[in-house]
């Protein structure tokens, strides 16, 4: 644990822009982040990745054959955390209100085909109804996780872009609009079925959803095989510049390519 800290402490002091924060941000509902958990020791099953945004939404598991493990030289020599893609999962409360728009970021790199699975889950539909980023059917391109299939049959609007490789991946979501998901700073991704890029029209929800990371929301299904190093959530769309800023911040200090 301690050659964690010295490692973070280090790449932090040399990561380019390190002066911006996302907290600069309004809207910031949750910011979790493996660097900056240092509590966390290399090798060891995560119970609780805490939420780093000040407004204490920790993602928990509580049963250890579910807990993700902590891989100290994920990505660039940062940490990141391990989902096996067969049950790790982490779960909390988003702080969302009902038929929020939002923008969510990750750093996160598939390591294996995993079917229909979710990377990033929020429950902000119905029960039954999601929305969030994970991997199409067929488990290797990014796609728009959903719980409302308009011609995909899974609710899983694939992209042309692949989920293996570490990337920086933002989905920008505002109800009855497309919504917009971006790898590494491009331009929207386009989708397999044209329809898929058609807004949604969220007619319903509830306020403070949950969400999972590494499966579906509660838990329960559609793992994914993959390491994740951070990420953010916000309870409103964020424009284009600020996308902008926040993507270079990351991919600055993660040493990943962004346009």
Do not use: C, K
Not at 27 to 43: F, N, Q, V
Not at 88 to 105: E, F, K, Q, Y
Not at 108 to 121: F, T
Not at 215 to 223: F, S
């Amino acid at each position: 644990m301690i050659a964690l800290r010295g490692r973070e402490r280090g790449r932090t002091h040399r990561a380019r822009g390190e002066a911006f924060s996302p907290r600069v941000l309004t809207g910031l509902l949750g910011w979790w982040e493996a660097a900056r958990s240092t509590e966390l020791a290399p090798g060891a099953r995560v119970a609780l990745w805490r939420d780093l945004s000040g407004n204490g939404r920790d993602a928990t598991q509580p049963l250890p054959e579910r807990q993700p493990t902590l891989l100290a030289d994920g990505v660039n020599g940062l940490p990141a955390l391990r989902f096996d893609g067969v049950e790790d999962v982490l779960v909390g409360r988003t702080g969302l209100a009902a038929r929020s728009p939002l923008t969510l970021m990750v750093v996160v790199r598939g390591e294996a085909a995993s079917p229909s699975g979710r990377i990033v889950s929020l429950g902000t539909l119905a029960p039954g109804e999601e929305i969030g980023v994970g991997v199409d059917a067929a488990g290797s391109r990014l796609a728009l996780s959903t719980g409302i299939p308009p011609g995909s049959a899974t609710g899983e609007r694939a992209t042309n872009v692949s989920a293996l490789g570490w990337q920086v991946v933002s989905l920008v979501f505002v109800p009855g609009r497309p919504p917009e998901l971006r790898s590494n700073g491009g331009a929207p991704l386009g989708f397999s079925i044209p329809e898929d890029g058609a807004g949604l029209n969220v007619a319903r929800g509830a306020a403070d959803p949950f969400f999972a990371l590494g499966a579906a929301v509660g838990g329960v299904g559609a793992p994914t095989r993959m390491l994740l190093a951070t990420a953010l959530l916000f309870g409103r769309a964020l424009d284009a510049n600020e996308r902008s800023r926040l993507e270079r911040w990351i991919g600055g200090r993660y040493g990943l390519g962004v346009g």
